[in-house]
């Protein structure tokens, strides 16, 4: 009912001259005024239901990078709250949770407990707080019903099924949907949460570059961590000179491709709600719900087939990809256009530096979707397995992110030190191994 609400009628208007409206044109069809009560009115919804469709809200704030500035623009803000606000729990529901968790003496674990919350996430918000030990801390409380809310979204999801096997005919959406369903109610775990987090905290205890605080406390739907305060990565995008844009891409960059060799895990919720920037320099990670378990680090495959793309190595590189399922069995690829697909995507670590923009980011979402594109063509006939759902998933959030901030660097050096396979691609050959 809630999403039923959205003025669906102006939406549709907007898709019939989207054409139009992408290359300046037909400017009518949406006033900006218009535009942004439509997202304001966008952000009351998703942030009132949480939950899935608050996840699709904080996805959205993403990717609106791909957009074209115009049309992006009056949305930004609306979505970009999503990522550290939602219209907060009543006071008494909070306390009701925290009594459920942990004890009617619940206070007595705390020195000082701010009712008024400090952030809000998809399934819970965040209190700060004083714990008994004097200790500064922030208090996740799960939402009461969240995980109904969340197990219906993702019910929705699954009957949605039909619509992506028509624009991806080759993928095992069933597989997919199972995959990505049990990775998200993984989120409505606190308890593994805090598992999770604790393991980031010891692997980067210490880092120069990457702080995660440490965890106080667990229960099923309360996790207290440490209270590690910084500037929201959402404020550095918006204010941010470009020495301290280029720093928090570069961090980013490095936590998505270490973490998996450092930790065995990869921090799969690249949002910037999901970050900050601490006043020692360092980025500050929160959010450990959503995570890959990679207990070999990163697949080998991943860093081995990049580097024969940017090597021009065509055939080895689809017969890789038909390894890995990406290619569908009898399904005939020509290597040169696998490559004309692949090379551009991968501009960002073909030199020695590059800077990430929304431009770049709205071009290779053009070329790779736009009606009657020879890659878009290709790419449609290509498979997807499941086990790379996620890898892809953070690995597009955080090219999204590294978009926002404009961020440049020296990418490439990164994953020459982290990204197995990637440095030594013949030496990976899993052919040369049998």
Not at 103 to 125: K, L, T, V
Not at 141 to 164: E, H, K, N, V
Not at 342 to 359: C, M, T, V, W
Not at 423 to 433: F, I, K, M, N
Request: overall charge negative.
């Amino acid at each position: 009912m809630k999403l039923a609400s959205l003025p669906l009628g102006l939406a549709g208007r907007a898709t019939v001259g989207l054409g139009k409206r992408v290359t300046g044109l037909a400017d009518e069809i949406l006033s900006e005024q218009a535009q942004r009560r439509t997202a304001e009115h966008v952000f009351s919804v998703l942030g009132q239901l949480k939950g899935g469709a608050m996840k699709l809200g904080q996805a959205l704030s993403i990717f609106e990078a791909a957009l074209p500035e115009h049309l992006a623009a009056p949305y930004r803000q609306a979505l970009t709250k999503l990522q550290n606000a939602a219209p907060p729990l009543p006071v008494a529901s909070v306390h009701g949770v925290l009594e459920r968790q942990m004890g009617a003496d619940w206070r007595e674990r705390f020195a000082e407990f701010d009712d008024a919350p400090a952030a809000a996430a998809s399934i819970g918000q965040v209190h700060r707080a004083v714990w008994q030990d004097g200790r500064q801390v922030a208090v996740k409380i799960q939402y009461p019903g969240a995980g109904d809310a969340l197990r219906s979204d993702l019910r929705q999801l699954s009957r949605m099924a039909p619509m992506f096997k028509v624009l991806q005919p080759n993928f095992d959406v069933k597989r997919i949907t199972v995959e990505l369903r049990e990775r998200l109610l993984e989120e409505l775990d606190y308890e593994l949460e805090a598992a999770t987090q604790q393991e980031f905290a010891e692997a980067f205890r210490g880092d120069p570059l990457i702080v995660v605080p440490e965890v106080v406390h667990a229960g099923s739907e309360v996790l207290v961590t440490e209270w590690i305060a910084g500037t929201p990565l959402s404020q550095v995008i918006a204010e941010g000179t470009q020495e301290e844009r280029d720093a928090a891409g570069l961090r980013l960059a490095t936590l998505h491709f270490s973490a998996p060799k450092r930790v065995g895990l990869l921090h799969a919720d690249p949002h910037p709600g999901n970050f900050a920037i601490g006043d020692d320099g360092r980025l500050i990670v929160y959010d450990f719900g959503a995570a890959a378990r990679l207990p070999g680090g990163m697949p080998v495959q991943v860093g081995r087939l990049t580097r024969l793309t940017l090597d021009g190595k065509a055939e080895e590189v689809v017969a890789g990809l038909r390894g890995e399922g990406f290619v569908p069995p009898g399904l005939q690829i020509d290597a040169k256009a696998m490559l004309e697909l692949l090379r551009p995507l991968l501009e960002p670590i073909a030199g020695d530096e590059f800077q990430f923009s929304r431009e770049w980011l709205r071009g290779e979402s053009t070329r790779l979707t736009g009606q009657g594109s020879e890659a878009a063509k290709l790419n449609k006939q290509l498979s997807f397995p499941p086990s790379y759902l996620l890898i892809h998933r953070v690995t597009m959030g955080s090219i999204g992110v590294l978009c926002q901030l404009g961020a440049t660097a020296k990418w490439r050096t990164i994953l020459e030190e982290w990204l197995p396979g990637f440095a030594d691609p013949e030496g990976t050959d899993p052919s040369r191994e049998r």
